[in-house]
């Protein structure tokens, strides 16, 4: 687990310093020109194959991915009835 301090003023929302100075020399920037910015970690080990008769792909992100995917591939889809849609 990753404890985040997050603090926040009228001026500026800030977070870790600690951060907020690593960041600020890997961009070569002075940390007061970091107003803000997002974390995200992300799972670097390669997808698997799983299960008693390796029928399951394991990875990460996948269930996330295919999400995303099938949204967007039904809002495409609905664009032909969108306009007979009343409750749109």
Not at 1 to 22: D, H
Not at 57 to 81: F, P
């Amino acid at each position: 687990m990753l404890a985040v301090e997050f603090c926040y003023s009228e001026t500026r929302a800030c977070s870790s310093p600690p951060q907020v100075k690593l960041l600020a020399r890997t961009l070569n920037v002075a940390a007061s020109d970091i107003i803000d910015f997002e974390l995200q970690l992300t799972d670097t080990q390669p997808a698997a194959i799983g299960g008693l008769h390796d029928e399951f792909v394991l990875s990460g992100r996948l269930d996330n991915q295919c999400s995303c995917y099938l949204a967007t591939e039904a809002l495409i889809r609905s664009l032909a009835t969108v306009d007979a849609d009343w409750t749109v």
